[in-house]
């Protein structure tokens, strides 16, 4: 089976999904949190913020690490909060004043253009979202050009495959059931930036220097493999994306063998699902 990849498609679908998702990603919030909480504080240690920084950041969902940002940033600083998806990001905004942060503002924008003004940010941020940019070089560009010189930007994305499993694992199935061909280099996926050398590479592409990529083991804890299916199913655009050309009935097929095959990460302490991030760093 071939298919042409149609960018604009793409980002329109991804649009409507996180639309769709936004509800369920801020309702696993906690889950996400305990996560993605290592990588979340190496992503700002790497990107220098501190109290008084101005922050951007880039793809921000509901906004759990525009939260640690803003808390890091202080009074002082500013976070803006961007996102192509409006109904996540009201979902950020509204976390940040229930926290009582006001130095959190939300623009919808898209990660490839992003249209805010030149050298206005010490530090940019991006939490699995650059991977899933059909153009990284654009949006790393834009990056680039919001910072001021000497600021700093960091990234979380998913090391390769075969470090992932639970992500990997229901991707693997997915494919195979849904007859789609591997992706082509330079195609958004989770693993899209996992390879050895891709990261550096992409970043050095766009200007920056000073890389560095760091590993943070990051394993999914949930009490069973059903939990951590019920999370995928409800969450991830990205699979639901995959699964388009199914049948409801051939989705629900797909989802069982996932469970059945998740179930090997489950042990003494519940569901382990094997997860490493990598937190990719730079100067402008």
């Known amino acids: 089976m071939t298919t042409t990849f149609d960018p604009q498609v793409y980002k329109s679908t991804t649009r409507q999904q996180w639309q769709d998702a936004a509800e369920a990603w801020h309702r696993w919030g906690p889950l996400i949190e305990d996560w ?28 759990g690490q525009t939260l640690a940002a803003a808390h890091r940033a202080g009074p002082g600083g500013h976070v803006l909060a961007t996102d192509i998806s409006p109904a996540i990001l009201a979902y950020a905004e509204r976390s940040a004043r229930e926290a009582g942060l006001s130095n959190v503002a939300v623009l919808e924008l898209d990660g490839e253009r992003l249209d805010v003004p030149e050298a206005s940010f010490d530090a940019v941020i991006s939490r699995v979202g650059l991977i899933y940019f059909p153009d990284q070089q654009a949006a790393l560009a834009g990056m680039r050009n919001a910072l001021r010189p000497g600021g700093r930007v960091a990234a979380v994305v998913y090391a390769g495959a075969d470090r992932n499993g639970f992500f990997s694992v229901p991707v693997g199935i997915i494919r195979r059931r849904a007859a789609l061909p591997p992706p082509l280099p330079g195609q958004p996926g989770p693993f899209s930036l996992g390879a050895p050398g891709a990261a550096q590479d992409a970043f050095a592409r766009a200007g920056f220097h000073d890389i560095t990529v760091e590993a943070v083991d990051s394993p999914v804890r949930l009490p069973s493999a059903a939990d951590c299916v019920r999370f995928e199913r409800e969450s991830f655009g990205a699979l639901h994306q995959m699964l388009a050309g199914l049948s409801p009935a051939e989705r629900d097929e797909a989802w069982a063998e996932i469970t059945a095959e998740l179930a090997a990460f489950e042990g003494p302490e519940g569901f382990v699902g094997p997860c490493e991030m990598l937190v990719v760093s730079a100067t402008r």
């Open 36 to 63: 993605l909480g290592a990588a979340t504080r190496q992503m700002l240690d790497a990107a220098g913020i501190t109290a008084g920084s101005r922050v951007l950041d880039v793809a921000a969902g509901a906004g």
